[in-house]
């Protein structure tokens, strides 16, 4: 996806990029998204990974579970899962097939083909650019082709919603791990600075003390040992 000088205004705004072409007479439809999002690359893909907890960040997901994960020994894994979606009255269960490329930053999909899925497939990847240690470009594709059984409201009200909503809610739960993030290291700065602080303090109260070393038993300086006198 290239982006033009107006797509860049765009996300400069917050705004999300989006393409998306429908077959009208197939349902099948391939969507396009790109999101700025002011987090960490670590971050985002945490979230995206975080499928067990889809149903809390993602609305419209009512189920989600993985029941298969595989780490291969070229650091890539294979992440098997199972996502229900509802869309009013209509519940759809599919199974979905994920590979992770850590060295890519980038993860993958296709439907488990092994698995029964009511949708009739669904492909796509998520690739997470960094921008600076605490900003991320994220590039998000999607093709589905829904079951014949959906009816065409539903088909028509997924395909709208579907995109803009794809990245909201990943710039919304990275964005608000990254403030808890900054949060907690800003509390320990600040703990740590104050534990210095104390420990200096406490060296300069405690110079010339009786009994400390360095300071006269009887309080102040040690006088300088001038030879030839007791």
Not at 35 to 55: G, H, M, W
Not at 93 to 115: G, N
Not at 116 to 140: A, C, M, N
Request: hydrophobic share 40%; charged share 20%; aromatic share 8%.
């Amino acid at each position: 996806l290239e982006l033009t000088a107006e797509d860049l205004k765009t996300l400069g705004k917050g705004t999300t990029v989006t393409r998306q072409v429908i077959d009208k007479e197939t349902g099948a439809g391939t969507a396009f998204a790109v999101q700025d999002i002011a987090a960490s690359k670590a971050t985002v893909i945490e979230r995206i990974l975080d499928y067990k907890n889809y149903p809390k960040m993602v609305s419209g997901v009512s189920a989600c579970s993985n029941y298969a994960e595989t780490t291969h020994k070229n650091g890539t894994q294979t992440i098997m899962t199972r996502m229900v979606i509802g869309a009013a009255m209509v519940k759809i269960e599919y199974f979905i097939h994920h590979t992770y490329y850590p060295d890519l930053s980038s993860i993958t999909w296709t439907l488990d083909y092994s698995r029964e899925s009511q949708l009739d497939e669904s492909v796509g990847f998520w690739y997470i650019e960094e921008k600076d240690p605490t900003h991320t470009r994220v590039f998000y594709s999607v093709n589905v082709l829904l079951g014949s059984w959906v009816p065409g409201f539903i088909v028509d009200m997924m395909q709208k919603t579907a995109l803009t909503s794809a990245t909201a809610w990943v710039k919304v739960e990275s964005e608000k791990a990254a403030k808890a993030e900054a949060a907690v290291k800003a509390k320990a700065a600040a703990a740590a600075a104050e534990t210095a602080s104390g420990s200096s303090g406490e060296s300069t109260a405690l110079d010339g003390k009786p009994g400390i070393p360095g300071g006269h038993p009887h309080g102040g300086k040690i006088a300088p040992y001038k030879a030839g006198k007791p």
